[in-house]
């Protein structure tokens, strides 16, 4: 039997290895986190400060690992996360890893897989990681304040054989509410925006930082994997004159095209990697804007050739497709059909309970308790307050089943669903083309949208609107699969 010191080493060749065989020219430092079995990576809850803005006064925050984001977690294809939580904050916390699919028991959540990790306790979660892509790990507890104040972080899977490229980047993208006395808000469950569009702030930032830009050579190619990490904020980037490629939807890959509009939504929990090869001329520059608030349109960064040496003559062709992840493909013969109705929300209570046998009386009282959301005509208090009510919804294990979700509220949710990876199979009527997969739908105002997976992965199974502040106000129920 190998050492430990021995596998560790292997495992340094290896990746020195896979570096040096999948990287052109201008591979540059991206660290490996290869697990070693037996030795958890400890990363703590904890206090931290940061300054998120050149103009503003380092604040204080909450943090996996003492950074924010927390560290990147990276392992290849294959290879196990092995990750020990530590809490030291005043509150219990846990970590749940998004989008990844992960035995029940590792899925991080409060009151329904685990219990939470309380101060000065500990919590070691251990799985493979089957699936290759961009991830996201965030706490599943009082989770607007926790990731409001710094706590999420990105897991990267690389693929066995990951497209080529000069450099691989991940930007998680957030905002923050700072308040006139320029201080971190310290409310965070704020009814208002519970019942409206989730917890907006004032600052936004790339990786913990504003404004960051994206330099280098010309021609140089550019892994870019976008995360939406904010509490409520959702962005929809235009990179202008600049053609991004899209290889991956929220870390699964999607055959190489140029990005359109609605590959570049990133709401709470959604990820797009894209190719982006840079323009071929020393001092040209992109902007990347959001414009989801269309009339509020800001630019978010710069894309900037600063760099005299070219990373090549001539920019790059398509890139290749990677192969798709071990996913249980979605059956449509013989597929049960469930329906799921959104309902609630400021300007929608009337038309939730419209039909659905809730009256006044039971509407005010929903309110009082900061409750919001109403799903299938239901109100289901929310887990992250302790409750645990019964599924919505009880699968049968490996059976496949259609999600037909609808949105009757004037606001946009990122519907998320936790333990499996679902084909996007329609939206308003309109078959989608090819097969898209994703963990996190977007569904605006009136959309209808039916999703379709295999229910291959038992237990119970958290699924919520990914705008924090509705999933503390109702908008999540629990799918048992057994
Ligand atoms: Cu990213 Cu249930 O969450
Ligand atoms: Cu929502």
């Not at 990490?229 to 235009?238: E, S």
């Not at 089943?401 to 606001?411: G, K």
């Not at 919520?464 to 048992?480: K, N, P, T, Y």
Request: hydrophobic share 40%.
């Amino acid at each position: 039997m190998k050492s430990q010191i021995s596998r560790r080493e292997f495992m340094r060749l290896n990746a020195g290895l896979v570096a040096a065989g999948s990287a052109l020219p201008f591979a540059g430092a991206t660290t490996l986190f290869a697990a070693v079995p037996g030795a958890p990576r400890a990363i703590s809850a904890s206090g931290t400060k940061a300054k998120l803005h050149p103009q503003l006064p380092a604040v204080d925050l909450w943090s996996f690992g003492g950074t924010v984001p927390g560290p990147l977690i990276r392992v290849k294809q294959g290879d196990e996360v092995n990750v020990r939580l530590s809490n030291r904050l005043s509150e219990g916390t846990s970590i749940h890893w998004h989008g990844i699919r992960v035995p029940n028991a590792m899925d991080g959540v409060p009151y329904l897989t685990q219990a939470p990790v309380q101060t000065g306790k500990s919590f070691d979660y251990r799985f493979r990681a089957d699936d290759a892509g961009t991830f996201l790990y965030h706490p599943h507890i009082n989770s607007v304040e926790q990731v409001g104040r710094g706590m999420f972080g990105a897991l990267v899977v690389d693929e066995i054989q990951p497209v080529p490229v000069d450099r691989d980047i991940v930007w998680a993208l957030n905002d923050w509410r700072f308040r006139r006395d320029r201080q971190l808000e310290q409310v965070f469950n704020d009814r208002h925006d519970m019942s409206h569009a989730g917890r907006y702030g004032n600052v936004i930032t790339i990786n913990g930082k504003a404004g960051v830009k994206l330099t280098g050579h010309p021609h140089e190619r550019i892994r870019l994997r976008l995360i939406g990490a904010a509490t409520g904020r959702i962005f929809a980037l235009d990179f202008g004159a600049l053609k991004p490629w899209v290889i991956a939807l929220d870390g699964q890959p999607v055959p190489p095209r140029q990005a359109r509009p609605d590959d570049l939504i990133l709401g709470p929990g959604m990820r797009t990697d894209l190719i982006i090869d840079l323009p071929g001329s020393v001092g040209a520059k992109v902007a990347i804007v959001d414009r989801y608030f269309d009339e509020r349109r800001y630019t978010l960064s710069e894309i900037i050739v600063d760099d005299q040496t070219p990373a090549r003559a001539k920019p790059l062709g398509k890139p290749q497709a990677h192969k798709p992840n071990p996913i249980r493909p979605f059956e449509s013969a013989g597929a049960e059909r469930l329906e799921v109705v959104f309902a609630g929300g400021a300007m929608g209570m009337m038309g939730g309970m419209g039909g659905m046998g809730m009256n006044r009386g039971s509407m005010m009282r929903m309110m009082r308790q900061g409750l919001f959301w109403i799903i299938n005509g239901r109100i289901i208090a929310p887990l992250e307050a302790g409750v645990r009510t019964p599924p919505l919804f009880r699968l049968r294990h490996n059976r496949s089943y259609i999600v037909a979700m609808e949105n009757r509220t004037v606001f946009d949710h990122p519907i998320h669903l936790h333990g499996h990876t679902f084909q996007v199979l329609a939206r308003n009527g309109q078959a989608v083309d090819g097969t898209v997969l994703r963990d996190t739908v977007f569904l605006r105002p009136r959309d209808k949208v039916e999703i379709g997976f295999a229910a291959d992965n038992r237990g119970q199974w958290m699924f919520h609107c990914h705008i924090l502040s509705h999933q503390r106000s109702a908008m999540g129920a629990v799918l048992e699969v057994a």
